[in-house]
Structure formats: C-alpha cells, structure tokens
C-alpha cells in the first residue's frame, strides 16, 4: 500500500501529538509541537482539496462575470470579464489554479467596486455578496484529528 500524502501528514501530527509532545517538558516546546501537529493536518486537508475548490471557485466566479457583462456599463471591464470567460483554462496544477484564481478575485474586486455604484446592480452585487461567503466557506478547515 502506498500512503496519500493528506494520511502521511495526518500521521505526522499524530506521532506529534501523541509521542513526541508527551515527552516534552518546556512549554515553549510543547506549544511548537502542538502548532506543528496543526499545521502538518491543515497541510493534509489544504492539499486533498485544493484543486477542487479552486476550479470550483474559478468557475463560480466566471459564471458571474458572464452574467455581469450585461449589466456593467463601463467598457474597459466588460471587455475585462469577456476575456476572462474566454481565456484558455489554466492546467490542473495547484500553482497554475492559484495564478487564474487571483486574476479572476482581482477582477471581482473591480467588479465589485463598479456594481456597488449602480443602483440597476444591486442583485448582482448579493450575488458578489453570496460568492465571497461561500469562497470563505470553501477555506474552512476542520481541525479534528482523524481517525
């Protein structure tokens, strides 16, 4: 059997948690123990998920710009989410999900700016609204130890 990555780092912050702090006997030790443990199972669940949650957030929010373009009365960023929609997909690479991820956040934050100016827009500023929780919601983690 060969192990995941997401249980090799759940392992890790098991024998952390359950070995190594024990024997610890400084504080300033066993708090370092116990945020390495944490941050080695927010590595696991970040990496299970992240390109899932990333092409799901990439398409939620070039949904949302498709259905902008009718509504944005300033050309230049019009032009702006038509390209966005129209652009090649990025790979399937975590680096590469990230890269078209912050172009397109950028372009929301223009969005925003120019729809929160419009009174016609204001269902479509919810729905920036609604997007943003949810790309929140998408980040969570759950810091359970696993079984």
Do not use: K
């Not at 070995?19 to 066993?30: E, I």
């Not at 390495?36 to 970040?46: I, N, S, T, W, Y």
């Not at 944005?72 to 989410?81: K, N």
């Amino acid at each position: 059997m060969v192990p995941s990555i997401a249980q090799v780092l759940n392992g890790l912050a098991r024998t952390l948690l359950m070995d190594v702090m024990p024997q610890t006997s400084q504080a300033y030790l066993t708090q370092t123990v116990q945020l390495d443990a944490m941050l080695a199972m927010m590595c696991a669940q970040e990496f299970d998920r992240a390109a899932a949650r990333l092409a799901d957030e990439n398409a939620a929010l070039l949904a949302l710009f498709s259905d902008a373009e009718a509504i944005v009365a300033d050309e230049p960023l019009r032009a702006a989410l038509r390209a966005a929609g129209t652009a090649a997909p990025s790979g399937l690479l975590v680096s590469e999900l990230q890269e078209r991820n912050r172009g397109l956040r950028g372009l929301l934050v223009r969005l925003h700016a120019h729809v929160e100016a419009l009174p016609e827009a204001s269902a479509l500023n919810e729905r920036i609204w609604a997007e943003l929780v949810a790309s929140t919601r998408r980040r969570q983690l759950d810091l359970e130890m696993p079984s």
